[in-house]
């Protein structure tokens, strides 16, 4: 059962352009929702973060959307560059169940100068 | 502060054998998760060490162990390998709260 939905697999974008990237979940437990940004040949990097009790957080270029009643959240990327091209993985924790990250199937994201 | 180190960086083995694989936390931190990457099922959860306990652990057979250190660094064993053991084994660490910092990761072929 995958409890969280990623889409899409792949996305290309040109410079400048928005990069968003979708995620919805089942398990109304989940207290956490973090994305991650993975360079081939290196670990997954925490990226940003978001709490149900918040409906959008935004560092620097990348802002998260949170839709509680709807279990969906997003990952925007503003002002897309060459360097965002990378693998992007949300994820979320059920605080009660420990640290256990659920993470999404992942999206691929290339940049175009 | 160092990251998470994460040793060896590259493995190959052959089927039956057994592995261990090791892991250095950021300093500080208590919390050691272990987690499998692969292409076809992506990331996924193996398990957890807090204060040299498992405090939680994913869907993957009892082949598959861990331990935790009093110096909170920590080890996982695969034994009998099989050839779909091959994958990236990920590393993360955290204080105790949700952000998990991740290593590099061990590159285990099985052939």
């Known amino acids: 059962q995958q409890q969280v939905k990623q889409s899409p697999q792949s996305l290309i974008v040109q410079k400048g352009g928005i990069s968003i990237i979708n995620c919805a979940y089942e398990?109304?437990?989940?207290?956490?929702f973090p994305w991650y940004q993975q360079f081939p040949g290196k670990g997954p990097a925490l990226l940003i973060a978001?709490?149900?009790?918040?409906s959008e957080k935004k560092e620097g270029r990348f802002t998260i959307s949170f839709n509680k009643s709807a279990k969906q959240f997003s990952l925007h990327i503003m002002d897309s560059q060459p360097g965002d091209s990378a693998t992007y993985f949300c994820?979320?924790?059920?605080?009660?169940?420990?640290?256990?990250?659920?993470f999404g199937g992942g999206t691929r994201v290339l940049v175009k100068p | 502060k160092a990251g998470v180190t994460q040793t060896p960086r590259y493995l190959i083995k052959t089927r039956g054998q057994q592995v261990t694989l090791s892991c250095s936390p950021i300093?500080?931190?208590?919390?050691v998760s272990w987690y499998q990457q692969t292409p076809g099922q992506g990331l996924q959860f193996l398990f957890e060490?807090?204060?040299?306990?498992?405090?939680n652990k994913g869907n993957f057979p009892g082949r598959f162990s861990g331990r935790q250190f009093s110096n909170s660094r920590s080890e996982m064993n695969v034994s009998t390998l099989e050839l779909g053991d091959s994958a990236l084994y990920l590393c993360?660490?955290?204080?105790?709260?949700?952000?998990?910092?991740f290593g590099p990761g061990t590159r285990l072929t099985v052939t």
């Open positions: 993360a660490s955290s204080v105790q709260g949700y952000e998990q910092y």
């Open positions: 398990n109304t437990a989940f207290d956490y």
């Open positions: 978001i709490r149900p009790d918040v």
């Open positions: 994820a979320a924790v059920n605080e009660a169940a420990g640290n256990k990250l659920t």
């Open positions: 300093s500080g931190h208590r919390s």
């Open positions: 060490y807090f204060s040299e306990t498992q405090r």
